[in-house]
């Protein structure tokens, strides 16, 4: 379903993609894990289009989507890192503007929001305006914004992160239900490896942007020797901390970015 | 189509639902109304051009419309904050469409903040001198709607978080209103000033409001119907194409 060919992507000099390939089946739950700053957002861009990558090549469910791009974005959906909902507008009225940006008819829209809003246990709030919700129900709603056109891949950029344990183990169960009754590939990015290890058929590991492992839980644990995917984890990337750094420098960049084009 | 519809009437539920706001944003042009119609009012009847009220009343809707197009176009660099941007830039729909059903909406909801303020004039006094020509009066409140809606994306699409904000406030959008000749004729002013007020698009529309709406004697006509029209279409559409093009190479 997702393909990956000696994916690059280099920022001026830096790497921060440096030749990735694997290859994710249909219907499979795929965790992709790195440590700060190791790549993983960039690669979850190149794929869903919003970055052209320096080198390499991408399938999704056969479609190139640097060159098909529109069909490319209709067949999977997205949940971003940063919440990306209306906060001014209802849950309902999110995903019926969802459901016309990615052409669903009319009636089926209506059948899935309805069924989708119940399964996330948002149904009850629909006319609720989004900026009320907590933090929870507002993942939620991208969740089930993510499945409303039926993609075929379902990319999850750490959908988790800020939730407490009763949002996490429900959130994960009703992807889960969905990935099984719709056959949904599902490309997932997460900093808690009891998670990736619990939900995920397979896993790879990405540390400056290069490749470090593939396989199942299993087969990561054992070949590095240890019990727990944490472990697995640690002994694969080390435990240095690389937080991506805020020096003037950089804010200088930033404050300079704002005006270039 | 449906694409253009839900987006440009996403600008207008985000309208109606912040009435805070929407009050809010009446208190200047009011003020100004107010204030300057009636205390400037007495010199400027003393000069022997008429009312101030009749005057200023076309001055004071440009303003508001030219204010509310901006800042709502201007809207991007919100979505961009609150990460709605990247919903609809990552949906399978070409970008243009996505722009103009932005603008669009941005441009109604600066029309209907014009028309407010039109309701208040006229509470304040302010009398068209002939029915029969106030829809023309809003064709040039659209105009200038659609215009400053378009150049309000343009920046929007170049500016990547809130500190551009209040440069294009205090660089862009006061001198465009100052210089319109929304407060005083433009006629009669000194050749540097002159070719300066010829450079402001809001100056036609303002322009075309009036010639519009007040009697001959007291429009203080600077470039005439058709001119300000044919301007106006003509800036509209550069801008509409600018805010395409750089709406278009947003990276987020």
Redesign the interface.
């Known amino acids: 379903m997702i393909r990956v060919e000696n994916l690059s992507k280099t920022f001026g000099e830096f790497k921060a993609v440096d030749n990735i390939s694997f290859e994710v089946g249909k219907g499979e739950i795929f965790a992709f894990l790195g440590p700060n700053g190791a790549g993983k957002t960039t690669t979850i861009k190149m794929l ?4 052209h990558p320096t080198s390499g090549k991408i399938f999704l469910d056969g479609l190139d989507p640097s060159v098909d ?3 490319a ?2 067949s999977f959906g ?1 949940v ?1 890192q ?8 209802t849950g309902l ?1 999110n995903l ?3 459901a ?4 669903v008819p009319r009636r089926q829209a209506k059948e899935r929001i309805e069924s989708l809003l119940k399964l996330f246990e948002l149904w009850d709030r629909r006319d609720i ?1 989004v900026k009320k919700y907590s933090g929870g129900m507002k993942r939620r709603l991208e969740i089930a ?1 993510g499945f409303l056109h039926t993609p075929k891949i379902l990319f999850l950029d750490e959908p988790t992160l800020g939730l407490d344990p009763q949002s996490r183990n429900l959130l994960w169960a009703q992807v889960k239900q969905l990935n099984e009754s719709e056959q949904v590939t599902v490309f997932l990015t997460t900093h808690y490896m009891d998670e990736a290890d619990r939900v995920a058929h397979r896993i790879a590991v990405i540390d400056h942007g290069k490749g470090v492992a593939l396989g199942t839980s299993a087969e990561i644990k054992e070949r590095t020797g240890t019990t727990t995917l944490e472990e697995a984890f640690l002994s694969l990337t080390g435990s240095e901390i690389r937080d991506e750094s805020a020096d003037p420098a950089s804010q200088m960049r ?2 300079a ?3 270039r ?1 | 189509m449906g694409v253009i519809y839900i987006l440009w009437l996403r600008e207008l539920k985000r309208y109606t639902r912040s009435r805070a706001q929407m009050i809010a944003s009446l208190g200047q042009p009011v003020l100004y109304l107010l204030a300057l119609g009636f205390g400037m009012g007495p010199v400027y009847a003393q000069a022997g051009h008429g009312s101030y009220i009749q005057f200023l009343a076309p001055g004071v809707i440009g303003m508001t419309v030219l204010f509310s197009s901006i800042f709502s176009g201007m809207g991007l660099l919100w979505d961009r904050q609150f990460g709605f941007l990247k919903e609809t830039l990552v949906a399978p729909v070409p970008r243009i469409l996505i722009m103009v059903g932005r603008t669009l909406g941005g441009a109604t909801v600066a029309m209907l903040q014009g028309l407010l303020v039109a309701v208040v004039s006229l509470i304040a006094g302010f009398r068209p001198a002939n029915l029969s020509m106030v829809p023309v009066g809003f064709a040039f409140m659209l105009m200038i709607a659609i215009v400053f809606a378009a150049l309000g994306t343009t920046i929007g699409s170049a500016l990547k978080d809130m500190q551009g904000f209040q440069m294009t406030m205090n660089f862009l959008v006061l001198p465009i209103f100052f210089l319109s000749g929304a407060l005083f004729p433009l006629n009669n002013l000194n050749p540097v000033l002159r070719w300066i007020t010829s450079a402001d698009p809001l100056a036609y529309g303002i322009d075309g409001m009036r010639s519009a709406l007040l009697a001959a004697a007291q429009s203080q006509v600077r470039f005439g119907p058709v001119i300000d029209g044919a301007v106006l279409v003509c800036v509209a559409l550069l801008f509409l194409s600018l805010g395409a093009y750089s709406f278009s190479k947003i990276e987020i």
Request: aromatic fraction near 12%; glycine fraction near 2%; charge should be positive.
């Open positions: 869903t289009t919003l970055l791009k529109l069909r974005r209709k997205i971003f940063d919440p990306s909902l209306d906060g001014d507008m009225e019926e503007l969802h016309v940006l990615y052409h305006q914004r930033q404050f970015q704002m005006w084009r």
